[in-house]
C-alpha cells in the first residue's frame, strides 16, 4: 500500500536534523552557521536543506521554513 500524499491532514515527515536545520535558518542562520553548530560539512548541510525543501514541495529554503510553520514542523 502506498503512503497518502502529502496533504494538509498528512504533512511530510522531516528527520530531526532537517527540522533543526530548517529551525535555524528561520532564525537567519546561514549555512557556515549550521555547519559550526553541528560539526558537520556544508555539503551535508546543504543536503539536509535541499531534502527538507524537496519534502515541503518549495522551491527554496525560505518557502520550505514557511511550509513548515505553517504546518507547525518548526
Known amino acids: ?3 497518502p500524499e502529502n496533504t494538509p491532514s498528512s ?6 536534523i532537517e ?3 530548517l529551525s ?3 532564525n537567519g542562520r546561514t549555512p557556515t552557521d ?3 553548530e ?3 560539512t556544508t555539503a551535508c548541510v546543504n543536503d539536509i536543506l535541499r531534502s527538507a525543501v524537496e519534502k515541503l514541495g518549495a522551491r527554496n529554503i525560505v ?10 514542523l518548526l
Open 24 to 26: 535555524l535558518a528561520a
Open 38 to 40: 553541528f560539526d558537520l
Open 11 to 16: 504533512p511530510p515527515e522531516l528527520t530531526e
Open 63 to 72: 518557502g520550505a521554513i514557511t511550509r513548515a510553520a505553517r504546518l507547525n
Open 34 to 36: 549550521i555547519v559550526r
Open 19 to 21: 527540522k533543526r536545520c
Open 1 to 3: 500500500m502506498m503512503p
